[in-house]
């Protein structure tokens, strides 16, 4: 794992709703890493997030 990613959320949220979210973040961060990979020389070897949703 490269990268851990924590997505809090509320109470009221319901957890399929969290992880689209938790997916759409970590969608976005994969993204920004292929787009612009010399801002992340660290990932050269690949980008493997992890991800914990809390409630």
């Not at 851990?4 to 994969?30: M, S």
């Not at 890493?33 to 070897?45: M, N, S």
């Amino acid at each position: 794992m490269t990268d851990l990613y924590v997505h809090v959320h509320g109470r009221q949220t319901a957890p399929a709703v969290a992880q689209r979210r938790a997916t759409a973040l970590l969608t976005r961060a994969r993204e920004l890493a292929a787009a612009h990979p010399d801002r992340y020389p660290q990932l050269a070897r690949g980008f493997r997030p992890g991800v914990v949703v809390v409630r």
